[in-house]
């Protein structure tokens, strides 16, 4: 899997926008990037994945450079729900290719 | 309604015990999965298990078995406990080995 680099923390007022970046400089033609989160004493919560092209959901944004080596995901209007600690995983989309390899992830305090 | 549900939520238990954690997953899905949440907070990949195929990540030792009773359960035996397996042990699943997994609220294992 290629590795990503995320910031250890991140701080955002509540009702703002979150914008997490994610570098993923290694990223092959066929993986994915994943967002996923974990809010304290809580087991990982998928939020949203891509391939190329910018994705939304219910939860957030998900922005991809058009070379694909970094990522944003924007929580639109963080609430205090939203801290967590936020994980950025590429993997490939094939058969055997299983694993999410969770890195050390970016932990988001949303202020009041 | 809980999709991936774990039993027990906290296990405490002396060195040298036998001990194993369930988890069941209500969704229909064909994929399961054992990671370990150590101390600092590092989410590794333990097993991945399907009905045609177990991957056991090759840094975990033997005295951790995965048992499939059925597609929809993957428990995790634990055999002469030790120290260091105090972890919190999250349980997912995925309808295709690579798709989105879902997680279960994890078991805190505490090794006296």
């Known amino acids: 899997d290629a590795k990503t680099t995320q910031p250890t923390s991140m701080d955002c007022a509540e009702g703002r926008a979150a914008n997490l970046p994610c570098n993923h400089s290694?990223?092959?033609?066929?993986?994915?990037v994943y967002w996923y989160r974990q809010i304290h004493s809580q087991g990982p919560q998928y939020i949203i994945h891509?391939?190329?092209n910018n994705e939304t959901n219910e939860m957030a944004s998900l922005i991809i450079t058009e070379d694909r080596k970094s990522s944003t995901l924007i929580l639109p209007h963080a609430t205090l729900r939203d801290t967590a600690v936020y994980y950025c995983?590429?993997?490939?989309?094939?058969?055997?290719?299983?694993?999410?390899?969770f890195g050390t992830g970016t932990r988001l305090t949303v202020i009041p | 309604d809980t999709a991936v549900s774990q039993t027990p939520k906290y296990l405490v238990t002396q060195m040298g015990n036998d001990k194993s954690i369930k988890c069941e997953q209500n969704?229909?899905?064909?994929?399961m999965y054992w990671y370990k949440q150590d101390s600092k907070k590092f989410l590794k990949i333990m097993f991945s298990?399907?009905?045609?195929?177990?991957?056991i990540n090759e840094t975990v030792p033997n005295r951790f078995s995965p048992k499939s009773p059925d597609k929809a359960h993957l428990n995790l035996h634990i055999n002469s406990l030790e120290l260091g397996d105090s972890a919190v042990y999250f349980c997912?699943?995925?309808?295709?080995?690579?798709?989105?997994?879902?997680f279960g609220p994890g078991t805190r294992l505490l090794v006296l």
């Open positions: 298990y399907n009905n045609k195929e177990l991957i």
């Open positions: 290694t990223i092959s033609g066929n993986e994915y």
């Open positions: 997912a699943s995925s309808q295709a080995s690579q798709e989105t997994q879902y």
């Open positions: 969704l229909g899905h064909d994929t």
């Open positions: 891509g391939l190329k």
């Open positions: 995983i590429v993997r490939p989309d094939q058969t055997g290719a299983n694993n999410l390899f």
